[in-house]
């Protein structure tokens, strides 16, 4: 005599398998790796590393400071940029992350596109401001530097320089429009020019990332990767 499974033992298999179904696809799909979360995450870290390499490194600046190109002359002056101080930083970073800038040629503005942090209320806001130059200048820059993975990098435009030199050796490292520097313990005054990188090239559906990067290479990261550092953390 044959045996067979009913209609109704059928169906109970049917009802469960839908059941888990639902329950383990959310997981399934939470689990998979979202590909810009990854691209952010290497970026991140990667800026990181470039600047550490650029401010310990005198090949390309005097030890500890990115205001000052290894023969000792200044990247730049607040007060009077030229396309040329753009084009040092870049290139700079180009050829730390091994790859030949695609157009470090952002042309020279009113060097007004910095972030200043006079005090600890706010850095709030100069976080903010690295996300906005860094949305503004997308659309006229373009991609500066393009690595192998497809992440778009460049800079703030009009982009501020880290040196401006008053009378003599006197050093300032301020908005020039401020009458007294900011300076911290180190004699670093909080002014951050803007680096920026796009995970899934310019001008697409992602909006880019913004980082300060301090003359002693201090970087102030912005809000929007604040929030995807947290995203990158939970996808582990």
């Known amino acids: 005599m044959k045996k067979a499974f009913t209609l109704a033992e059928v169906l109970i298999v049917l009802v469960v398998i839908g059941v888990l179904t ?19 995450k290497k970026a991140n870290n990667t800026l990181a590393t470039v600047i550490r390499e650029l401010v310990a490194s005198d090949k390309y600046y005097v030890n500890g400071d990115l205001g000052l190109k290894a023969n000792n002359t200044a990247t730049g002056q607040l007060l009077t940029p030229s396309a040329s101080t753009y084009t040092y930083f870049c290139n700079t970073i180009a050829e730390v992350l091994s790859y030949k800038s695609k ?32 949305a503004n200048a997308q659309k006229s820059v373009g991609a500066e530097i393009i690595t192998s993975d497809g992440v778009a990098w460049f800079q703030g435009s009009p982009q501020a320089t880290f040196g401006m030199y008053n009378t003599g050796t006197t050093r300032l490292f301020s908005d020039p429009s401020k009458t007294a520097n900011y300076v911290d313990d180190m004699g670093f005054d909080r002014i951050y020019k803007v680096m920026c990188f796009d ?24 809000t929007r990767a604040d929030v995807w550092v947290d995203k990158a953390i939970q996808k582990e």
């Open 22 to 40: 639902m329950i383990l696809l959310p997981t399934a799909f939470q689990a998979a790796p979202d590909e810009n979360v990854v691209k952010f």
């Open 103 to 134: 157009s470090c040629s952002s042309a020279a503005g009113d060097g007004t596109k910095y972030v200043s942090v006079d005090n600890a209320s706010k850095i709030a806001t100069a976080k903010t401001s690295v996300d906005t130059i860094c």
């Open 199 to 222: 995970v899934d090239g310019v001008n697409k559906g992602e909006a880019p990332f913004g980082y300060g990067i301090r003359a002693d290479g201090k970087i102030l990261a912005g």
